[in-house]
């Protein structure tokens, strides 16, 4: 049996920790009515033995205290809400436990915005990770020694997992079913649950909104001008020219700040503003291309694929249609 100890620290989500505890609850009703064993021990585990969240909508009642919790085989780390670093530092007991928790030997899990508790104990450093696209310039910056892969929607790497976005998180619980007890099980949990199993991106949710999380104040010039002149083409010499800025100057700046490259930049805007219409327009494919300057058909299929895991037709099937 696998002892599973969800955290509830302090500002968590609700949702976060009763989803996980209904999924591995409904894996050991699986093997119940199989008169089987139960797989799991799930456990609350918390800093004090009642913790109130959700403007306190919803009080939980721990199992375990943090200093009297059994080991475990696997931590959830629930998402997190509010002002990131207020919730860190309300957390500081539940990071210290977590970081002495994964010397000793456990695996954890950080669901969504979970993500920054899991990083904050330094267990993910040059490791990869994934957390809700919304945060990835906060997480950037707070974590840079982080390899933050905000497309993805579940990172495993040495006993150390993450999730993307919201409810995303619910396919790494999927995964862990499997990954602890075989795929059978968890294909049964999908279909229980009306999950949908097999994906790993979360592009297709993205919304770029521009990494401006900066003080360089040249270079939030050049990206407002980019905004501004998306359907224009586009070349890093044209935009040192115009800004006096020399073009590996400007790169490297560029890069620094914005965690992107000037075309890598040039080609998110665009793609953006081509989501857009494929939403709530009536232009077809070619239309919004030539819209957001594009005019090579391969070219702007290859680049939205790549931003968004979809081509442009299947992301306005799946979009720009009548919710019933």
């Known amino acids: 049996m696998k002892t599973i100890s969800i955290l509830v620290p302090e500002t968590a989500i609700a949702a976060s920790i009763l989803d ?7 894996v050991n ?6 008169n089987k064993t139960e797989p799991f021990k799930i456990q609350l585990v918390g800093a004090t033995k009642t913790i109130s969240l959700n403007n306190g909508l919803v009080n939980f009642k721990v199992d375990y205290l943090l200093e009297d919790a059994p080991k475990s085989d696997l931590i959830i780390i629930p998402a997190i809400s509010g002002d990131i670093a207020v919730a860190i530092e309300k957390n500081k007991q539940v990071i210290d436990w977590l970081s002495l928790q994964y010397k000793n030997g456990a695996e954890m899990a950080s669901l969504c915005i979970g993500a920054f508790l899991l990083a904050s104990t330094g267990a993910l450093d040059q490791k990869r990770c994934s957390t809700h696209w919304l945060y990835a310039d906060l997480f950037k910056k707070m974590f840079p020694t982080v390899n933050l892969v905000d497309d993805k929607l579940i990172t495993d790497q040495n006993g150390v997992y993450s999730s993307g976005g919201a409810t995303s998180y619910w396919n790494l619980l999927l995964y862990l079913v499997e990954k602890y007890i075989d795929k ?5 949990a999908a279909k229980f649950f009306l999950l949908d199993v097999g994906k790993n991106s979360q592009s297709g949710f993205m919304m770029f909104r521009g990494q401006k999380m900066h003080d360089d104040c040249e270079i939030l010039r050049v990206q407002d001008y980019v905004e501004i002149h998306f359907a224009e083409k586009l070349t890093v010499d044209d935009l040192s020219a115009r800004f006096n800025i020399g073009r590996r100057t400007m790169e490297r700046r560029f890069k620094k700040a914005t965690y992107n490259s000037v075309i890598e930049y040039i080609q998110r805007v665009k793609i953006e503003a081509a989501k857009k219409q494929l939403e709530i327009g009536r232009k077809n494919v070619n239309e919004v291309m030539y819209d957001v300057g594009y005019t090579d058909v391969k070219a702007f299929r290859d680049v939205f694929k790549k931003l968004t895991a979809m081509t ?11 919710w019933i």
Do not use: D, L
């Not at 009703?29 to 199989?34: A, K, L, S, Y």
């Not at 059978?184 to 049964?188: C, G, H």
């Not at 442009?312 to 009548?322: D, F, H, Q, W």
């Open 20 to 26: 996980p505890r209904y999924m591995f609850s409904a």
């Open 29 to 34: 009703q699986f093997f119940i009515n199989e």
């Open 312 to 322: 442009p037709v299947e992301y306005r099937n799946k979009y720009n249609r009548e």
């Open 184 to 188: 059978q099980t968890a294909i049964m």
